[in-house]
């Protein structure tokens, strides 16, 4: 299994400001994954982090909202710009494991207050 | 685009008793995998058992089974001799198969394991 962590773990912002979450790997992988977990819900996949192209996003989430960074095969960064209280949430990045991509593994998640 | 429901927001049983969690899902996908996390009050989230869609026979881990019907798209995990540490909410979760895709997750089962 992956190793994976995340900065930082919490925090606190002020509405209209934009904060960076850093994902950090333990070994090479292919893709890497952002999710939201609204309070007192269920995840649900902001976007797709592949290395040397650009993230793809799902429906209801875009680019200039959530940019995504992917330098490396061990790193990646989501930023949540122009924040709001509606943004307050858990955010989790992810990568596949194992010979045939058939497991995930969660970082430890950054919880997000917006004021 | 697949859908995973999880129709018991809440349950609770006594330590050492036996649980089953329900999850059904839908998918035009022929290859796939389904997954249960478990996410403690730590909010990290922990794989607990997989179950590849080609493979007949029910995956276990331990105290943790699942009962698998392909037919009726049905994906329930049986935990044995519950335990306190069983305490979490337990997401049911879908993955295409091929590796590109992420996870798509069910609304969550909050268990409470009394004493």
């Known amino acids: 299994s992956a190793v994976i962590s995340q900065k930082p773990s919490r925090d606190i912002c002020q509405r209209g400001t934009s904060l960076t979450i850093q994902c950090q790997v333990d070994?090479?992988?292919?893709?890497m994954f952002w999710y939201r977990q609204q309070p007192g819900q269920s995840l649900t996949l902001i976007a797709t982090?592949?290395?040397?192209?650009?993230?793809?996003?799902e429906s209801g989430f875009v680019i200039d909202k959530f940019p995504i960074s992917r330098p490396n095969l061990t790193f990646s960064t989501l930023t949540v710009s122009n924040m709001s209280p509606e943004d307050s949430s858990i955010y989790l990045c992810?990568?596949?494991?194992?010979?045939?991509?058939?497991?995930?593994?969660f970082g430890p998640g950054t919880r997000l207050t917006v004021l | 685009a697949q859908t995973v429901t999880q129709s018991q927001p809440e349950m609770s049983v006594q330590e050492a008793e036996t649980v089953t969690l329900s999850c059904t899902y839908d998918?035009?996908?022929?290859?796939?995998?389904l997954f249960w996390y478990k996410q403690p009050p730590s909010r990290q989230m922990i794989l607990v058992i997989r179950q590849e869609a080609y493979k007949q026979q029910n995956a276990t881990e331990n105290r943790f089974s699942v009962n698998f019907q392909k037919a009726a798209k049905s994906f329930s995990l049986k935990i044995s001799d519950s335990q306190l540490g069983d305490t979490a909410m337990y997401f049911c979760a879908f993955m295409a198969g091929g590796g590109a895709d992420g996870l798509t997750f069910g609304k969550g089962t909050h268990l409470i394991i009394q004493p």
């Open positions: 982090a592949n290395q040397g192209s650009e993230a793809t996003y």
């Open positions: 992810s990568v596949h494991s194992g010979q045939l991509y058939n497991e995930q593994f």
């Open positions: 998918t035009s996908e022929s290859n796939y995998y």
């Open positions: 070994s090479q992988v292919t893709m």
